[in-house]
């Protein structure tokens, strides 16, 4: 039986990458399933306790196996009962004494910052080495919330609205601060990662950051640092300090997005600060920026999502701001990653030249 994986429909994603799935939390006694990259993966317990994901579509009359239960460590199907390992091979058949054999795919997992991670492409390529680096959410001197968010839009407009934060001092009140604005914008590129680096003296912060870090009413210096690594990973750094004194880490906070399909996105989003020890102030935090993702970004990806009605982001001729170059780095990065796995090679691939000249164009014209 071939356990290679299944790639899915051949679209527009990343498939030699690692993806967030779940947070830890989620996976019960029972299966766990979700559709990621246009793909149907549940996880589960196999008999030794580890966390195993394999396909979620029983290969025999295709009935998700997300509604299946676990029986001593072997996933059985709610619709006629054939029973898979945590290596995706059917182990039983209830109907006869023939075990058909075929199986579903099988999916490299790792755990981290709290995060279930699945391999989409060519497993002997999983590397955990190149999951991305969060280290403020292995530090024990913070504290730190997470979530996710299912909505509608590509992908990359959820990497576009962090990369360009110039819309918190319109969409976000409680966000909202001097910075966004007016702070002094760098734009960097090292290797396939690409930073979006802001920095501001001696001026207010936002409510939230003021409430978090206790220095409402005090003006610092700031920085905000971006950096995006593919397919859709971001560290966000916001960094304090009292006027002419050292830079120091007070909020970073993770924006990582799972497409689902073309159209659909997984955001898991963790936010961490030096702990306080305030009763209920995590849940108070956890709040805030809730509603800030949910009630107000959300709402406007999907506007922008519907109103782009299924067309290209490039053939719709966009109108560049210099805070847009981050977010126009990432995406010609991404495209560039996609094409190679897609061909297979890193030379003589085809190229979109039109899509490609109009995003050079771009950062030729903002100056980045």
């Known amino acids: 039986m071939d356990q290679r994986v299944d790639n899915g429909p051949q679209n527009k994603f990343l498939r030699n990458a690692w993806y967030p799935f779940a947070w830890e939390e989620e996976i019960g006694d029972g299966p766990f399933g979700r559709t990621i990259l246009s793909t149907p993966i549940v996880v589960f317990r196999d008999a030794a306790g580890a966390l195993a994901a394999i396909g979620g579509r029983c290969p025999h009359r295709f009935a998700p196996l997300r509604l299946g239960k676990v029986i001593e460590g072997r996933l059985e199907c709610a619709y006629h009962g054939l029973m898979f390992d945590g290596a995706g091979r059917c182990v039983a058949n209830p109907h006869d004494d023939i075990v058909p054999k075929t199986g579903v795919p099988v999916y490299p997992l790792q755990q981290r910052y709290g995060l279930i991670w699945l391999w989409m492409g060519e497993p002997e390529r999983a590397d955990p080495g190149l999951l991305p680096s969060f280290p403020s959410f292995e530090d024990p001197d913070f504290e730190t919330i997470h979530g996710t968010i299912q909505g509608e839009g590509h992908y990359e407009l959820y990497s576009d609205n962090i990369m360009d934060l110039s819309h918190a001092a319109y969409l976000h009140s409680g966000l909202a601060a001097p910075i966004f604005v007016i702070g002094q914008r760098r734009f960097e590129q090292d290797g396939d990662r690409v930073w979006t680096k802001i920095s501001h003296p001696n001026d207010h912060v936002s409510d939230f950051i003021g ?16 950096r995006w690594e593919p397919p859709a990973a971001m560290l966000l750094d916001a960094d304090l300090a009292e006027p002419g004194q050292p830079r120091r880490t007070a909020v970073p906070s993770a924006h990582i997005f799972s497409p689902e399909n073309e159209t659909s996105t997984f955001y898991f989003w963790m936010v961490g600060w030096r702990r306080r020890d305030i009763p209920g102030f995590a849940e108070t935090m956890r709040g805030g920026f809730v509603h800030a993702f949910e009630n107000e970004d959300k709402p406007m990806i999907l506007e922008q999502s519907r109103l782009m009605a299924g067309e290209d982001f490039w053939a719709l001729g966009p109108v560049l701001l210099r805070g847009d170059a981050g977010g126009v780095r990432a995406r010609r990065t991404l495209a560039r990653l996609i094409r190679e796995e897609q061909a297979g090679t890193a030379s003589g ?13 771009a950062l030729s014209t903002i100056g980045a």
């Open 211 to 226: 409430a978090i870090c206790d220095v409402t009413g005090r003006k610092q210096d700031q920085w905000v640092d971006v």
């Open 349 to 361: 691939v085809p190229r979109n030249a039109d899509a490609e000249a109009t995003a050079a164009a």
